[in-house]
C-alpha cells in the first residue's frame, strides 16, 4: 500500500511541490509536539512540586503535634511524681520563705521539714497553682523532664562547709532558740 500522498500524485490530483510542502509541514508538526508534550512536563513538575510541599508542611504539622503530645506526657508525669510523693506540711507552724522567680512565697512547715529543706533533703515544686515539698530524688527526676517545675532546691556541699567553717570546733548548746 502507497500513501494517499502517493496515490494522488499518480493521479494527478496534486503535484511535486504541493507534496513536499505537505511533507514539510507534516515534519514540522510533528516536531512541534515534544514541544506541547514539554507543557505536560512543566504541569507534572508543578503537581510534584505542590505535592512535595504539601507533605513537608504535613511533617511539619505533624513533628508539631508529636512535641506538644511528648510535652503533655512529660507534664502528666511530673504530676504523678508530685502527686504520689509529695510530703505532707498540713502541721507545720515555722513560716519558710522561698523566692519563685521575682516574688517571695511563704510555706508553713514544722521544724523537721524546715531543716531538711535547708539541707537540700527536701524540695519545693511548683503543683497546680500551688507549691508542695517532695523528696530530693525525686525532684532530680523531675528536673530531668523539666527544669523549670523545680522552684527551690537546695544543695549543700557538707566538704566546703566543714573546711570554710571557722566555729566548727565550738559546741553549740542543744537549748539555744534563735
Not at 20 to 40: F, I, M, S, V, W
Not at 109 to 132: E, H, P, S
Not at 157 to 165: G, P, R
Request: hydrophobic share 35%; charged share 30%; net charge positive.
Amino acid at each position: 500500500m502507497s500513501s494517499l500522498q502517493d496515490q494522488l500524485l499518480k493521479a494527478g490530483l496534486v503535484d511535486q511541490k504541493k507534496a513536499k510542502a505537505l511533507g514539510k509541514e507534516k515534519r514540522k508538526q510533528a516536531k512541534q509536539q515534544p514541544k506541547g508534550h514539554t507543557q505536560e512536563d512543566e504541569a507534572k513538575l508543578a503537581a510534584r512540586k505542590a505535592l512535595e510541599e504539601k507533605s513537608a508542611r504535613d511533617r511539619e504539622l505533624n513533628q508539631q503535634r508529636q512535641a506538644e503530645a511528648d510535652r503533655k506526657a512529660i507534664q502528666a508525669q511530673i504530676q504523678q511524681l508530685i502527686s504520689i510523693n509529695r510530703i505532707d506540711r498540713q502541721q507545720g507552724e515555722v513560716a519558710y520563705q522561698f523566692a519563685d522567680g521575682k516574688t517571695i512565697k511563704k510555706l508553713y512547715v514544722t521544724d523537721k521539714l524546715q531543716q531538711q529543706l535547708g539541707a537540700g533533703q527536701i524540695a519545693i515544686v511548683r503543683f497546680g497553682g500551688d507549691y508542695q515539698l517532695i523528696p530530693a530524688a525525686v525532684a532530680d527526676k523531675i528536673r530531668q523532664r523539666d527544669e523549670s517545675a523545680i522552684v527551690l532546691h537546695n544543695q549543700r556541699s557538707s566538704a566546703v562547709a566543714e573546711e570554710d567553717d571557722p566555729y566548727a570546733d565550738y559546741q553549740i548548746p542543744d537549748d539555744l532558740m534563735w
